[in-house]
């Protein structure tokens, strides 16, 4: 417990003229029954001194607003994104963001009717997009049955921050209070269209299923990107096959220097052919964010790939393929692209004729939605016949240098194969070249 300022909206309350007692808990332990009953008897003078009483907090503040109003002596609860219970086996074990911090002798049991007054208003700020904030409302609401549902649509579970300001938490408070209070969503929904991190948060919601609306909503803003919501943003893109989204908004999206986002982004900008601009975004990596020098390191090889620098002057080895731009990391029978434009050199010199004709067979994720075309080089440029599951060539040198196109890459996870989220292009085996 701590006067005000040590809480959450402590200064805006104050600022305000509203008085104010703030429990702030030091850990993550979901308020346990025994620490407010204590902190109620050293209350019980301060408290019997208002006639109106609100509660409200967020996420386990949110909880213990409605699970200590009668014992509070609130009439009104605020609680945004609250928790029915923490128990993993409540709402049949479908919410396990936070059992890990559920003790048995802490008493977190579920949310009840008996937790509030008969008179009590609750006021349940959430996301509707956000599944387990969602789910966490209906069994209140299960409970509670006159608990009043304040939609806030792309909040996540940060439905709070709407009336991070002074003013906003007057608004929300002053009418919360008073008999006009069935207009609070109304409300609400007027202080969201003007909070400044809207669009963003937003953005996240639709990241996971939407990549032209979550495109609009990022190239909405004028400025790089900088809060809370953007890895997630960028993880979800990744996942659903945003990569060209990605790779057109890197200047408003490179702020998030988590080491997970700069493998996403760098990746994103290979799988749209562009390795040089790559290579800039990993150098300025490594100039802001020295600490992750050996995990861009690792992100840079393939980029170069085995034949960086090679040109079909140039004396290459025995191998008969050999990957240079556009490839993910090296497996036991080949690399999978990871750009939609890839290069192979490959080495003919073993060949008795002058002249050989080469077939290369290749595999791809969904042959339904990716198509290649091919041209390749010895001594000028020429086009590659692709048919079927095979690119065929014909070579009149010793070397050669391959550059396949595919129209789309794809992830194993965002079609169900597997949990494979790397974006793919064509598969190319070590051991692929026929003549025929």
């Known amino acids: 417990m701590k006067p005000g300022i040590g809480a959450w909206g402590g200064i805006p309350l104050i600022k305000n003229g509203f008085s104010f007692i703030g429990f702030v808990s030091k850990t993550p332990n979901w308020f346990p029954v025994s620490s ?84 009590t208003e609750v006021f349940l700020f959430y996301d509707p997009l956000d599944r387990l904030d969602k789910l966490n409302a209906h069994y209140i609401k299960k409970e509670i049955s006159t608990a009043k549902s304040i939609k806030a649509f792309g909040t996540g579970h940060q439905t709070v921050r709407v009336i991070a300001s002074t003013e906003a938490v007057k608004k929300i408070i002053n009418l919360a209070l008073s008999p006009e209070n069935h207009h609070i969503q109304k409300l609400f929904k007027s202080l969201q269209k003007s909070w400044h991190d809207r669009k963003i948060f937003l953005a996240r919601s639709f990241s996971n299923q939407s990549i032209r609306k979550t495109q609009a909503l990022i190239e909405s803003q004028p400025h790089p990107i900088n809060t809370e919501p953007l890895p997630d943003i960028i993880r979800n893109l990744w996942t659903i096959g945003g990569y060209r989204c990605l790779s057109k908004n890197i200047e408003k999206l490179s702020t998030a220097r988590d080491p997970h986002s700069i493998h996403i982004l760098s990746a994103a900008l290979i799988a749209d052919s562009k390795q040089a601009e790559a290579l800039t975004y990993l150098t300025q990596c490594l100039i802001h964010e020295p600490h992750y020098r050996e995990d861009i390191a690792k992100i ?13 002057t140039q004396e290459i080895d025995d191998k008969k393929i050999i990957y240079a731009e556009g490839w993910h990391a090296p497996e036991e029978w080949g690399r999978w692209g990871s750009s939609q434009k890839s290069r192979l050199y490959l080495n003919l010199k073993n060949t008795a004729s002058s002249t050989v004709n080469l077939k290369i067979p290749f595999e791809l994720l969904d042959p339904t939605r ?23 060539l014909i070579c009149t040198s010793e070397k050669a240098i391959l550059d396949i196109e ?19 292009g064509i598969k190319i085996f070590n051991n692929g070249i026929k003549y025929y």
């Open 36 to 119: 407010i009953e204590n902190a109620k008897i050293k209350l019980k003078e301060t408290l019997g001194k208002y006639k109106e009483i609100l509660t409200y907090g967020h996420s386990q503040g949110g909880y213990a607003s409605i699970k200590y109003a009668s014992l509070l002596n609130a009439k009104t609860v605020l609680a945004f994104c609250p928790q029915f219970s923490i128990n993993p086996n409540s709402m049949q074990g479908e919410d396990q963001r936070f059992s890990q911090y559920y003790r048995e002798d802490n008493d977190h049991s579920e949310i009840s009717a008996a937790d509030i007054l008969p008179e």
């Open 300 to 312: 840079i090889e393939p980029i170069l790939g085995e034949a960086f620098n090679i040109s079909p």
């Open 370 to 392: 990716q198509k290649i075309t091919a041209r390749y080089y010895t001594n000028t440029w020429h086009e590659a016949r692709v048919e079927e599951s095979m690119i065929k």
């Open 406 to 424: 595919v129209s789309e890459l794809i992830s194993p996870l965002s079609i169900g194969a597997n949990n494979d989220s790397r974006m793919l």
